[in-house]
């Protein structure tokens, strides 16, 4: 990632970096609008991304988030994930972030990997600990495990996590294929929640990449990685380890995000193959793929 360096000294001249604007939704009038989208990573706090060249030589953990923010004006917040939200330690991570900077936050485990039966009063303490965010919370990321299929039992148990969540704005990733149905998009069309489409790799029960637009106000892509033999390994730095070819964004782009973009009047694009800081580089990649389309801005019952 020898460039690294000169991608973020260039980013000083984007405001707000990493934003793209493209051919939208059409107004009621038929004029067309545009979408605007932002591009980031899958978390920002990686020792690995000093040693690999994104954070300069030295860079502190307390540093990082307003370095980030220099390249890219969304994040998505992993340790949410591992650990309930709290609004002190939100508060505090507010404090170093830049006015541009937005964040979208994955929903805890333990309401979703690893159900608690206390999960009703975590989905009360997760909206105090996400309050702080306020209107730079973009979305609330609800994703579900590979074996977490379409039974009776699992439609109603996230029909009640959407309830629960109800006046948030939130976006679901499926990793089972048998969500891919008609009936799903249209319950998440009707409750206004967003389908994540996912690129991951082509393996027998993952959910497919599907650019079906369920919410035109936000869409939202996460970028996996396409490590078929570290997928089922069980090691995150194997699963992830990927480096998207620029013919892989570009084919992505073509068949998928213009088609989204079309469909929607906001986007948020993540990546998430983080091993070797491989995710800030790719994201880079596709924010200057996308301007070439449009122009980077100034800057459940189914």
């Known amino acids: 990632m020898a460039n690294t360096g000169n991608l973020m000294a260039n980013s000083f001249h984007t405001s707000p970096p ?11 009038s038929g004029l067309e609008q545009l979408c605007r989208i932002s591009v980031g990573t899958c978390g920002y706090s990686y020792t690995e991304w000093v040693d690999n060249g994104f954070y300069p030589r030295g860079t502190r953990a307390s540093d990082m ?7 890219f004006s969304v994040v998505e917040l992993n340790y949410t994930w591992y650990q309930m939200a709290r609004a002190d330690a939100l508060s505090r991570m507010l404090e170093n972030a830049p006015e541009h900077l937005f964040f979208a936050a994955k929903l805890t485990r333990t309401m979703t990997h690893d159900p608690a039966s206390n999960w009703k009063e975590q989905l009360v303490a997760y909206r105090e600990g996400i309050a702080p965010l306020k209107e730079r919370l973009v979305a609330i990321l609800i994703q579900l495990p590979p074996d977490f299929d379409r039974t009776v039992a ?48 082509e393996l027998p029960g993952l959910f497919p990449f599907l650019d079906v637009v369920t919410n035109p106000n936000l ?5 996996h990685g396409r490590n078929r033999v570290g997928w089922r390994s069980g090691n995150m730095q194997k699963k992830f380890n990927y480096d998207y070819l620029g013919e892989e964004l570009a084919e992505v782009r073509d068949r998928h995000l213009l088609k989204m973009a079309s469909s929607s009047n906001r986007g948020v694009i993540f990546f998430n193959n983080h091993v070797r800081a491989r995710a800030p580089e790719n994201a880079r990649r596709l924010v200057l793929m996308l301007a070439r389309q449009g122009q980077v801005s100034e800057c459940f019952h189914g």
């Not at 988030?65 to 390249?71: G, I, T």
């Open 18 to 28: 990493g934003v793209v604007e493209l051919p939208g939704l059409q107004s009621a």
């Open 65 to 71: 988030l307003q370095l980030y923010s220099r390249c």
């Open 154 to 201: 699992h439609r109603k148990y996230l029909a009640s996590l959407l309830g629960g969540l109800e006046g948030l704005p939130l976006a679901v990733e499926f990793r089972h294929v048998s969500w891919a149905v008609d009936a799903v998009f249209a319950e998440l069309e009707r409750r206004e929640i967003s389908l994540v489409a996912v690129d991951e790799p």
């Open 219 to 223: 869409f939202y892509v996460r970028f």
